[in-house]
């Protein structure tokens, strides 16, 4: 048994470190020689056989055990391993889904913005807003300098390479959340509105502004610090604006009402220069969406 590598039973151990007798070894005899071999002193040659026959039954049964035991354990393993693909192709795929849904609202938020904006301007023109939207365009364009000043690389795997510090994106956000904010604040009846209607219009204008800032560092455009700091300018900008027209410009204006087209011409020429950065803007869009078009085909 030590032989062939099959330990054996308590039994079979026993028989083996005892001598061999016809008392110990007559349970392990065939009925048929257990007669005959009650008066020898020395075990028959029938009973040689009956280790080797235990055995052979004993090493079956182990292997046949051991398949069912790998076969099982197989089964089960390759159960597992199928339900976690499974598991996992299903989170991969909810979180592709939702990344799309999100660069889409990443992308159409400063379409959307400004075309707010210019709405907003031709339905309600008066020096208030004129005001706001030069201010907005001064502040991109101070972000626009201090990002070349700053020279702050983007982090790894962004899909654009110029400098990120400050985010363009929560500058102008910022910016404009802000100053709505504040108008309200100011001016709580505004349009005719009871004074929570107003206030709950500023609160949700700024948690928007802070949320689609956030999409930044969620979609990898930019780090913290860049966000906050396009955040932090574009929020004091406004303040420091806002409280400037209200506390000089329109008493100013009151006064000398022929400063209002000097205005209007700041005004057109800001557009102006908007307007460059939107045909920027479209030239991106359509880029990408070849180059994603064309990534899909492949």
């Known amino acids: 048994l030590l032989r062939v590598g099959v330990h054996p039973t308590p039994q079979e151990h026993h028989y083996r470190n005892t001598p061999a007798s016809s008392s110990s070894l007559s349970c392990l005899r065939p009925a048929s020689s257990s007669s005959s071999s009650s008066s020898s002193s020395t075990p028959s040659s029938s009973s040689s ?140 009846n505004a349009f005719g509105l009871a004074t929570h209607v107003t206030r709950a219009f500023a609160i949700s204008v700024v948690s928007l502004g802070a949320f689609l800032a956030y999409l930044r560092v969620k979609l990898g455009f930019h780090t913290w610090p860049q966000v906050l700091v396009g955040y932090g300018l574009g929020s004091s900008t406004a303040s420091l604006w806002i409280v400037f027209g209200k506390s000089y410009l329109l008493r100013h204006l009151a006064r000398r009402p022929e400063d209002l087209k000097n205005l209007h011409a700041c005004l057109v020429v800001a557009i102006g220069l908007f307007a460059l950065s939107a045909i920027t803007w479209v030239k991106e869009l359509v880029a990408s969406y070849a180059s994603k078009r064309k990534t899909s085909t492949e």
Not at 64 to 85: C, I, L
Request: aromatic residues 10%.
């Open 49 to 188: 056989v009956v280790f080797p026959e235990r055995r052979n039954r004993f090493i079956q049964k182990r292997r046949r055990g051991h398949r069912r035991a790998v076969s099982s354990s197989s089964s089960s393993f390759g159960g597992s391993v199928v339900a976690a693909a499974s598991e996992s192709r299903e989170r991969r795929d909810e979180m592709m889904s939702s990344n799309v849904f999100l660069e889409c609202l990443n992308e159409s938020t400063k379409f959307v913005v400004s075309a707010t904006a210019m709405l907003f301007l031709l339905f309600h023109p008066t020096v208030e807003t004129c005001w706001c939207l030069l201010g907005s365009i001064v502040n991109s364009v101070n972000g626009k300098l201090l990002k070349r000043v700053l020279n702050h690389s983007r982090p790894n795997g962004a899909k654009k390479v110029d400098p990120g510090m400050p985010s363009s994106h929560a500058t102008s956000l910022s910016y404009l959340s802000w100053y709505a904010a504040l108008a309200f604040a100011f001016e709580p």
